[in-house]
């Protein structure tokens, strides 16, 4: 059984930073391309970032580039979010997504992803 279990998310200031890790059972994580996304209230849930299994090449939303960097410890089986310089508007619930193993293209859509986390509560306070 698949499970993808996020933690690391809190309550931050404006400026701050977090760190969120994404931990894999059920799947080995080098031949899965992982992502993140994020869901305000109200809001559809958005692409962040992904890293690909294969040379783990990356790819980040606009509105994050530049201040979130996504990371994979294929030993730890753990995907990462750092977030630097954090504003209100990146307050959200964060998911750690999977795509099917070895899929040749990543994807940014929720569509293109087959596990899904249970989310963690980011906010971040102004």
């Known amino acids: 059984q698949v499970q993808l279990v996020e933690s690391g998310g809190g309550l931050v200031q404006a400026g701050g930073s977090l760190r969120l890790s994404c931990a894999a059972s059920g799947l080995t994580i080098s031949v899965y391309t992982l992502g993140w996304f994020r869901q305000a209230p109200g809001k559809e849930r958005d692409f962040i970032a992904y890293?690909?299994?294969?040379?783990?090449?990356?790819r980040y939303a606009d509105s994050v580039k530049g201040r979130f960097t996504i990371s994979r410890d294929n030993a730890k089986n753990t995907v990462y979010l750092q977030m630097n310089s954090l504003k209100p508007e990146d307050t959200a619930l964060y998911y750690c997504?999977?795509?099917?193993?070895?899929?040749?293209?990543?994807?940014?859509?929720?569509?293109?992803?087959?596990?899904w986390g249970q989310g963690t509560q980011v906010t971040v306070s102004s």
């Open positions: 997504a999977a795509r099917r193993p070895r899929a040749v293209l990543p994807g940014t859509k929720t569509s293109d992803y087959d596990y």
């Open positions: 890293i690909h299994w294969n040379g783990d090449s990356t």
